[in-house]
Nanobody, 116 residues
């Protein structure tokens, strides 16, 4: 059974940091490109960061460049999103996503709220 389980969300003050993790199971994690998306309450789902298999390439949305870092640990079937200098506009539900060709898997999401 394929599972993606996110953790690490919560409430943080502006300027603070959070580290999201996504634990994968039920598929060959190492061959998948892993992504983090987010969805604001009134907007569509946005691709935040992406990391290819073996971590050979990472890409980021312009809105998070220089503040967020995506990484993966293939030995632990886990992908992380380190989020620094958080802003209120980063408030959203963050989703883990795995892609390999036509195979696409989604997690259930974790809430991140940036507020004073």
């Amino acid at each position: 059974q394929v599972q993606l389980v996110e953790s690490g969300g919560g409430l943080v003050q502006p300027g603070g940091s959070l580290r999201l993790s996504c634990a994968a199971s039920g598929f060959i994690f190492s061959i998948y490109t892993m992504n983090w998306y987010r969805q604001h309450p009134t907007k569509g789902r946005e691709l935040v960061a992406s990391i290819t298999n073996a971590g050979t390439r990472t890409t980021y949305a312009d809105s998070v460049k220089g503040r967020f870092t995506i990484s993966r640990e293939d030995a632990k079937n886990t992908v992380h999103l380190q989020m620094n200098s958080l802003k209120p506009e980063d408030t959203a539900v963050y989703y883990c996503n795995a892609v390999f060709g036509d195979y696409i898997h989604w997690g259930q999401g974790t809430q991140v709220t940036v507020s004073s």
